[in-house]
């Protein structure tokens, strides 16, 4: 038998679940380049690593999404972190480690990680 | 269930079942396991998008990209490509008639941009076999407000505020049918749903049933707990086995969860539901046969009243609605009367399903407000006629319904407007016709219908109904006279006036309907003895042009019934007496020297 606390708790957890279904504008949308350079650089273990730690800090305004290539092949993996109203932030050479700091500190505390992007590589 | 980056909603409704999107389902599962997908991405079979025409319908999250007709074939490239790369499958994009390129996002599309989805919100959103994804999309929620915050009156109040009324026909208001049933005095009363969709070409019901079946039962419930009754009955039709499979996983599921039961929500309101099946005929859809359906007796009907409210189900209080009018209840509850109230027309508030069918691109469900033109279903949702052809009317309602005219296109479409012009918003079957279609023949059509169904319980319904078909056929096979039109149209009136139910009493529209708008169709059967849109095979002719034929003797050679004789180089010639009017031999000829006349 489930109380109405139990309806809301499910609501809550089903939403999150099935929540990028919905069209909202102001999610926060992390694309993985994906093309064959992408998989080639380690694309995939990078894109499982980003899901996995997503979903680990229940970060529900993130929707990650895959792209094709981005154009600097050479400094794949590649991510962009596109956040409404801010200016796209793309990190470069990314690991499964890098992956784990970008997710602690810029999606989930909205401190861009310096280090990683495109215009420190350079 | 884990953190998933993407979902692939796949359509498992009638349309896309029958165009293999099983196999669909399954070919992705395969193919996700290869590509080592399988623990974030999932493949979700939903109910119906409304495009049937276009399936089986594929729908990849969170980019929303909007696949149509995929085969078992495309999936590999889908997932190869889309799933893994990121990069959309160009040739696999739905695409819009008559638009330049391809459309990315199924909410992009004409098809969609005019719809409003209140009734079928959760169609080709949720899986409808799992509760908790109907829960995510409020499902239960309008049940418990009002157990827990509302009195039986004031959601009786709410109700009857938002100006619903019943999406079965009839247009009856939703609000006074739970007030009569909640005023009657018995500690037993019933709550059915009608389910028994009968109207050739209408499918909005088993769509909702199949996409969200949680809503009509939630719905069900909130009436129940309204008028006061503890039990309740969904009649559906055993033709919709995919309806039926996931309305009793629903009930199973609200079951499991304490939805149904004893004591819902720790509330004193406790209340059971059961599924009867019908055999499928067409009368058990009127609200007396049906009860008298589920009761176990031959499904007739019998004189109101007593209505049902008063005298219903085994002799109680009963109150019955169409499963389209329940889709609407939770979403009024959630969202109030006003906001429903606020859509539609003066008196006709909220949306409308409609199931456009005929001579139209989209074939499919679409749901608009109340009001909105014939002009913008055909031409906007529903993508204009296919080859060029001109819109020559538009059939509402089924059989019980009328036709409406290229005059009256511009009509915002509610009831008030509707039963002006001589048709009904019905059930809302919408068939789409072209200069090709014959009005006679199309009332002719439906009168063949009725008669067919007929449960034959009253005369004027049963020998009426058989007596118009009669003279459809004498007047289509050109022997018909002017006193015939005056006979139907004298035998229509009759009829409409003394036929038990509202089968006998509607089945006559489509031929008042027909004379109305389209009389010089009748007489040009009658007194030409010419069918002007070239239907009717009696009246036909089919002739070759000497003038333009070569003597290839290619008809000659197609014509099933050796019909057509004639010299090679030289003008051939048709055997009216053995020329079966099959239209072969035109689509042979290159020269467009046959003609039909």
Not at chain 1, 2 to 12: A, G
Not at chain 2, 184 to 203: L, Q, R, T, W
Not at chain 2, 319 to 327: D, I
Not at chain 2, 534 to 539: F, N, T, Y
Request: overall charge neutral.
């Amino acid at each position: 038998m489930k109380s109405l606390e139990d309806l809301k708790k499910i609501r809550e957890e089903m939403q999150q679940k099935i929540n990028i279904r919905t069209g909202d504008e102001n999610r926060t949308r992390v694309v993985v380049g994906m093309a064959t350079c992408g998989i080639a650089a380690g694309a995939r273990p990078v894109l499982a690593a980003l899901v996995d730690e997503v979903s680990r800090r229940k970060l529900q305004q993130v929707t990650v999404t895959q792209t094709g290539c981005i154009g600097v092949c050479r400094l794949e993996p590649i991510i962009e972190v596109l956040e409404p109203g801010k200016e796209k932030v793309t990190y470069v050479k990314v690991t499964e480690e890098k992956v784990k700091k970008i997710v602690s500190e810029h999606l989930a505390n909205g401190r861009v990680v310096e280090e990683y992007t495109i215009g420190a590589a350079e | 269930m884990s953190f998933v980056r993407s979902h692939v909603l796949v359509c498992g409704g009638t349309g896309c079942t029958a165009s293999d999107s099983p196999k669909v389902i399954a070919e992705f599962e395969k193919q996700f396991a290869e590509f080592k997908l399988s623990d974030e991405v999932r493949v979700i079979k939903t109910g119906c998008f409304g495009l049937c025409a276009l399936g089986p319908i594929v729908v990849v999250y969170p980019e929303g990209t909007f696949y149509s007709s995929i085969k078992v074939e495309d999936v590999k490239e889908i997932v190869s490509e889309h799933i893994l790369k990121g990069r959309l499958v160009e040739r696999l994009l739905y695409k819009e008639a008559g638009a330049e390129g391809h459309t990315h996002s199924l909410n992009d599309t004409q098809f969609y941009k005019k719809q409003k989805r209140i009734a079928l919100r959760g169609c080709g959103v949720i899986n409808p076999e799992e509760i908790d994804e109907a829960i995510a999309y409020d499902g239960y929620r309008a049940l418990a407000t009002c157990l827990t915050e509302k009195s039986r009156e004031e959601v009786i109040q709410i109700v009857t505020a938002s100006g619903l009324r019943g999406r079965g026909g009839a247009g009856f208001p939703t609000g006074m049918k739970w007030k009569f049933a909640a005023a009657a005095e018995d500690p037993v009363k019933y709550v059915c749903c009608n389910a028994d969709e009968g109207d050739p070409g209408a499918f909005m019901d088993r769509s909702v049933l199949e996409g969200n079946p949680h809503s009509v039962i939630e719905a069900m419930e909130i009436a129940a707990y309204a008028i006061g009754a503890a039990q309740g009955y969904i009649y559906i039709r055993a033709e919709y086995p995919i309806a039926v499979q996931r309305l009793k996983i629903a009930i199973d599921q609200a079951k499991e969860y304490g939805f149904l039961g004893k004591n819902i929500f720790g509330t004193d309101f406790s209340f059971d539901l059961e599924i009867r099946l019908g055999a499928g005929a067409f009368v058990c859809g009127e609200e007396t046969a049906l009860l008298a359906s589920i009761e176990g007796h031959r499904g007739e009907p019998r004189p109101r009243p007593p209505f049902p409210a008063v005298k219903g189900l085994f002799g109680k209080p009963t109150l019955l609605n169409n499963v389209e009018t329940y889709a609407n209840i939770p979403w009024i509850i959630n969202n109030g009367a006003e906001a429903f109230a606020a859509i539609g027309t003066e008196k006709s508030k909220g949306t409308k399903v409609f199931a456009l069918g005929g001579k139209i691109t989209n074939t499919g469900l679409v749901e608009i407000p109340m009001g909105t033109t014939l002009r913008e279903i055909v031409e906007e949702i529903g993508g204009g006629i296919p080859n060029g052809k001109k819109f020559k009317a538009a059939q509402t309602g089924g059989p019980s319904g009328g036709c409406i005219p290229l005059s009256l296109i511009d009509t915002p479409l509610d009831y008030e407007n509707m039963a002006s012009i001589g048709s009904i918003i019905g059930s809302g079957g919408l068939i789409v016709m072209d200069e090709d279609n014959c009005m006679v023949d199309i009332a002719k059509f439906f009168l063949g219908f009725t008669t067919d169904e007929s449960c034959g319980k009253c005369s004027p319904c049963r020998i009426g109904t058989k007596r118009m078909h009669d003279i459809l056929e004498k007047i289509t096979v050109g022997k018909g006279t002017m006193e015939d039109i005056a006979l139907l149209e004298e035998l229509c009136t009759h009829i409409k006036e003394n036929a038990l139910c509202g089968l006998g009493q509607t089945a006559p529209n489509p031929i008042l309907s027909t004379l109305k708008h389209f009389r010089h169709e009748y007489e040009a059967h009658v007194i030409d003895k010419r069918c002007p849109a070239g239907i009717c095979k009696d009246l036909l002719q089919y002739k070759i042009l000497p003038e333009k034929c070569a003597g290839c003797t290619a008809c000659s050679r197609v014509c099933p019934a050796n019909a057509i004789t004639g010299e090679v180089k030289n003008p051939h010639v048709i055997d009216q007496a053995k020329c079966i009017k099959c239209g072969t031999c035109v689509q042979k000829c290159k020269f467009e020297a046959i003609i039909k006349e």
